[in-house]
């Protein structure tokens, strides 16, 4: 094992078996859950000095809560951040960042394929309070040079995009970004911090939605910003997670925890069966194209090999027809794979894009072939044989 590798495996056992675990009450190995809304001071003057300074204090669980706090430690070491704030949810994760580096009459460069509640908050949220946009597709610096105005405040990047697994140089965009005094905020939700670490690689704050594979279990909703500079979370604890309130629950957080002690071993099976089934999507004449950044033959394989040192669960591949009627027997005909939205749990999910459009009206082409897997923790010889069984009843 090389010494690297080695470093790696023992970083993450320090984070996700040990910190903050020692010690406990009654000798206890799981911690405890504190589900307590508030807590409360021997005296009059550890009353004052906890008021004087919330972000460092328990006053309030919708401020400080020690097994919330337990949770972002992990989270940020995980993120090789100085600090991290946990929400209630991905989207919350996203809000606050935003609102954290915006006001009226600043100008921010979205990426055009990011997650569609984050293009939502941009366009209709943003721009009532007076924010400018303007999406770029992000694959060439250039989009990005392009775009940037002299009020220019914040770069938004999702890499890769989680419908069509577009990536983004982040080195180049952080270092872009650096000399114009831009924040970067990354969503890092699909590649999770075992596999990319944007903080490393110049990016300002990373979130996450924890609902995906920080969860793992399809069993929470939760999100987290971790920032690079504990002062930008400090800054953020202050004047947008106090005032909006987009507060976790104890027991998520202990969920988190508990889930959280397996991601290691799970993320490198779902790399796994994600791209021995993506080589093998390749090879059928169905498949027009597979959308995996991991295969030697995407476009933006050799970025994706630099800046990742693994790939996850999702990725979209297209089919050669572009008739509805046989992309519903396609997903009708998958045992395995539940129809649904979200990913990042154990089970393996199907999501044909054209289900975003409504009954009678018309798709177009390139939304008709268009299918998203996520690929789960099953047995991957199971899986193949369910698409395989699926194939064969589409073109009946
Ligand atoms: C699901 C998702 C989100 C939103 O997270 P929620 O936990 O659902 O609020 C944000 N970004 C990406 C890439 C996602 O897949």
Redesign the pocket.
Known sequence: MGENKKEAFRETTDILHHMGEHDLPFGAVSPPIFQSSIFSFKDFDAFQDALADEPSHFIYSRGNNPTVNLCEEKLAALEHGEAAKLVS??????STALFSCLKGGDHIIMVQD??D??QYIVRTYLSRYGIEHTFVEGKDIKDFEEAIRPNTRVIYL?SP??FTFKLQNLRQVASLAKTHGIKTII?N??ATPLFQNPLDMGIDLV??????YIGGNSDI???VIVGKRKEDIVHLFQMEFLPLGPTPDPFMAWLILRNLRTLHIRMPVHYDNALTIAKWLEGRNEVESVLYPMLPSYEQYELARKQMQGGSG?FSFRLKTRDVEKVKRFTNSLYYFKKA????GYESLVFPAATHFKKGEPVPEDRVSLIRVHIGLEDKNTLIEDLEKAFKAMEE
Do not use: N, P
């Open positions: 949810s991905g989207v919350a994760a996203i990011s997650y509640w984050a999702e995009t989680s969503d939700t699909w979130v996450h939605s924890a609902t995906k909703v939760a999100g999702l939205v979200s990913w990042g």
